[in-house]
Each structure stands twice: as C-alpha cells, then as structure tokens.
T-cell receptor
Framework: DSGVTQTPKHLITATGQRVTLRCSPR?????VYWYQQSLDQGLQFLIQ???????AKGNILERFSAQQFPDLHSELNLSSLELGDSALYFC?????????????FGSGTRLTVV | AQKVTQAQTEISVVEKEDVTLDCVYE???????LFWYKQPPSGELVFLIR??????QNEISGRYSWNFQKSTSSFNFTITASQVVDSAVYFC?????????????FGPGTRLSVLP
C-alpha cells in the first residue's frame, strides 16, 4: 500500500456522461498530481495542486477539471466523456510542491467509456 | 525542454537471464534527478530509485542495479537473474531541480517479459 488512495478502482460509463475520480494523498503530502495513461499516449501529466492551489497544468482538456480540498484530497472531474477518454487515471502525491523527490502513485482508476 | 528516451519498446528474456533496460535523457540543467518506476500487470506504478545528478555512483539493490553515466546522459537499469515476477513496464523519468509537475518527464516505457 503506497499510502495514496484512489477511488473508484474501476468505472464504466457511457459517452456524454460526467464522472468524478477521487484521490487521498499520502499522509503529510501537500501536492497532488493527476496523470492519464492511455495505450498510445504513455503517461500524460494533467494537473498539479499544492496545498489547495493549482501549481502546474499539463495537456488537460477543457472538459476536465480538478480541485484540491482543505483536507488535501483531490477530485478530477471528467465531463462530456468520449470513447478516447478511456484510460488509466493516476493520482500521485509528494511532500512539497517540487518534483525533485519524485512521487508516490496510487493504484489508479481504470475508466472505460462505452 | 528535457526529454527521456527508452529506445527498447519491448524485451523478452528467459528466466535467470540478465537484462538491461536503457534510458537516455536530455536536459540543460546541471542539477537534475532521475527515477525508475515499475508498472506490473496489476497496473500500479511503483517507485524503484531516485538519483541526483551529482551522484554518479552505481547503485545495487538485490538483483537490481543502476548505472548512471553523465558522459553519455544515460541511466540504465539492470536486472540480474531475472524472474517471472519482474515482468512489467519500466519507466525512466527526469525532473530538473525544483520543478513543478509539468516538467517531470517520463519516458515511453519498456515492456519486459520474463518467460519461464
């Protein structure tokens, strides 16, 4: 157990729908990162939050949004889902706001859009 | 911008063989950090090692060893006496000093299959 908790583990939904993925960081970690892993795109950085504030943004679609709450858990909202959004979504956390110590990853949420 | 290349897309070996996974990186910074992660078939990403750019000592952890060579911008990973449980996708990653998430760069990964 890495200490980073992601729920749900699996999600199947229809095109056009909206889903929310949840992440609880490791105890003491202030940063949360979201990644998308699809078969043909590798690990794509989506967004980073540090202590409730957005810190960095990657190639996150406008249909996707995220936030980090005062208790430091984070949610990734995906709306108007398309078949191409099917992927493994990872959350990771780190103690500080910088990446030089690397991340601890959660076990991921596998999203299937049908 | 920094870049990580893992030229080997897939490798297959027979159990007990040694195998080396290559990682070549590009960065303009003199201070940076290199990482290896393992993704077994179950899907989770497991941290293996972190190395900073000032420490070129090779590291050994059981059957795993890492060879960091700044002269060739490489950070290769060797598994000695491979086992079936080593079958996974392995990612090399690079972070420049004091960077944010968008600059933590993963390589495309190498899929290792260890056959019994």
């Amino acid at each position: 157990d890495s200490g980073v908790t992601q729920t749900p583990k699996h999600l199947i939904t229809a095109t056009g729908q909206r889903v929310t993925l949840r992440c609880s960081p490791r105890s003491g970690d202030l940063s949360v990162y979201w990644y998308q892993q699809s078969l043909d795109q590798g690990l794509q950085f989506l967004i980073q939050y540090y202590n409730g504030e957005e810190r960095a943004k990657g190639n996150i679609l406008e249909r996707f949004s995220a936030q980090q709450f005062p208790d430091l858990h984070s949610e990734l909202n995906l709306s108007s889902l398309e078949l191409g959004d099917s992927a493994l979504y990872f959350c990771a956390s780190s103690r500080g706001g910088r990446t030089n110590y690397g991340y601890t990853f959660g076990s991921g949420t596998r999203l299937t859009v049908v | 911008a920094q870049k990580v290349t893992q030229a080997q897309t897939e490798i297959s070996v027979v159990e007990k063989e040694d195998v080396t996974l290559d990682c070549v990186y590009e960065t303009r910074d003199t201070t940076y950090y290199l990482f290896w992660y393992k993704q077994p078939p179950s899907g989770e990403l497991v941290f293996l090692i972190r190395r900073n750019s000032f420490d070129e000592q090779n590291e050994i952890s059981g059957r795993y060893s890492w060879n960091f060579q700044k002269s060739t911008s490489s950070f290769n990973f060797t598994i000695t006496a491979s086992q079936v449980v080593d079958s996974a996708v392995y990612f090399c990653a690079l972070s420049e000093a004091f960077d944010y998430g968008q600059n933590f760069v993963f390589g495309p990964g190498t899929r290792l299959s260890v056959l019994p």
